[in-house]
Structure formats: C-alpha cells, structure tokens
C-alpha cells in the first residue's frame, strides 16, 4: 500500500495550470482517480461559504491551489478583487476544512508573499522581514494570511496544515492570454506572433535588469505531491529550482528558441516587479525529498512546443 491507496483528496483549483498536473501527479504516487475530487468555480465558488463546507465533506486531505492571479500589469489594475478574491477563498476554505475534521490541509501560497528586498536566495526565515513589492502585494498578503492561519489553527487545534511557497511556474497548458498572463508566456506569446508576422522588433516590459527564478509545473507538482505525503511542520517550504535568470537573459533566450532574430525593444516606463528572485530550496530536500528535474531550457523548449501545436 501507498500513503495515497485509501486516501480522499479535494483539490481546489485542480482543473487549473497546476492543478491538471498535480492530479496527474497524484495519480503517479498511487491515489486513485476517483478519490480526487476537482470542484469547478462553475459549481462551487469558494468565496461562499457553504460552497467551501460541500467542498470538503467527506475528504482526508485538501490541497488548496485555487487562486485569482495575473502579471504585473494585471496585479496593477485588479489589487482590491485579487486581494478579497484569494484571501477569503483560502481562509473559509480551511476553516471548512477543520471544523469537517479533514486530516491535512496543504496550502499552496506565493513567492510574491516575500518582502520586496529580501536577501537572495530568499530563505523561510525572511518571510516577515519587511514588506512586499508593492504592485504584488495585496495578492501576495492575502496568501501570507494562509501560514498566518496554519500556524494558528495547528497551535490552538491540532491542526495539521502546512504551508508551501513556490517560485514563478511556467510550462505546457500556462496561461497565454496577454492581459493576464505571467512572463514567459507572455514573452514566449510575443515572440512566435512576431516570427510567423515577420516583425522586425518585440517590446518588453522594464528595464530587463530583475531577475526571475522558474519552475517547471510538473517539477512543482511533484513538490506539492511530496509534502503532503511527508511534511507535517509549521514551518513555510520555499519550491524552487535554485537559480535565477535575468529578464533580459530570459527574453534573448526565448527569442533564440523561438526563432526571432529581430530587435528586442525595452519600454523603461513599464516595472520592473520585484528586482529579484531566488529561492534558497535545501528545506524542500531536507524535509520532504523534493529537488527540481527539468531545467530552464528544457522546460522552455517543451512550452514553445506545447503553445505552437495548441494555439
């Protein structure tokens, strides 16, 4: 027998860009498919409270991944909604959880939780050592408030919950809408437009001097899969793959993969976002045998893939 063979498991957010891997991950560590239960927004809207009590009836386990998120320019026109939105998801959602006496609860936050001058790699123990970059913020505290929680439900009741902070994912099925959409896709949009096009030049947001660190999705799976299986403490997890990359790098990286030659025009009046991230990751290795597999290049070239046979 598996940790997973008679386990029930409700995974928010589970149709999602994460979450349609996580399920398959699970699925590879031995959880059946039937015993994972995947509530669309459609059906439930985790924002109403008896919504988050039928979610979690009757299940062991509950992995929140579900979320309102974007870009910076996206964060920048939405702070009040992107705030309530995740903030009340999260909190009802395990307080649901707890008052059902659900087993674990797996709370999947957020890099932008990090103060804004954190000093690289971002170590756990930095977490509340200022405040963070101001155009992720509200998002950003609102999934900080879920280790607030965790910690205070597992010092006052018991409760196993356990919090994870993964770095920027990227990979095959992002999300690719440019009004909402994270860098690399967005960049990896930009840039085959401009090849098939024939457009001599793609601008970028900001100066290109911040740095980014990515994860492969299906690495960040593996991740989640792993803590729940074997992690029980208080403390915050950083999931991350070690390194970091400028955005100027990144962008002359995707441009070479995807084949554009042109120039690459930077408009400086745009932001920046935080100016680094790097995560320190021997927590996640120590703790729950988590490393990341699929490195930038690799995982770039299956995500070009993915979006020029889908789009």
Known sequence: ??????????????????????????????????????????????????????????????????????????????????????????????????????????????????????????????????YPEETNAPYGLAKKMLLVQAQAYRQQYGFNAIYLLPVNLYGPGDNFDPASSHVIPALIRKFVEAVESGAESVEVWGTGAASREFLYVDDAAEGIALAAERYDKPDPVNLGAGFEITIRDLATLIADLTGFTGEIVRDTAKPDGQPRRCLAVSRAEREFGFRAKVDLREGLERTIAWYRERR
């Open 1 to 130: 027998m598996t940790f997973w063979d008679e386990k029930r498991v409700l995974v928010t957010g589970g149709a999602g860009f994460l979450g349609s891997s996580l399920v398959r991950t699970l699925e590879r560590h031995g959880l059946p498919g039937e015993n994972i239960r995947v509530p669309r927004s459609r059906d439930l809207d985790l924002r109403r409270w008896e919504d988050c009590v039928a979610a979690v009836e009757g299940v062991d386990i509950v992995i929140h991944l579900a979320a309102k998120v974007g870009g910076i320019g996206y964060n920048m026109a939405n702070p009040g909604s992107l705030f309530y939105d995740n903030a009340v998801m999260g909190i009802q959602l395990m307080e649901a959880a707890r008052q059902a006496g659900v087993a674990k609860f797996v709370a999947v936050g957020t890099i932008c939780a990090y103060p804004k001058f954190t000093p690289v790699p971002f170590r756990e123990e930095d977490l509340w050592n200022g």
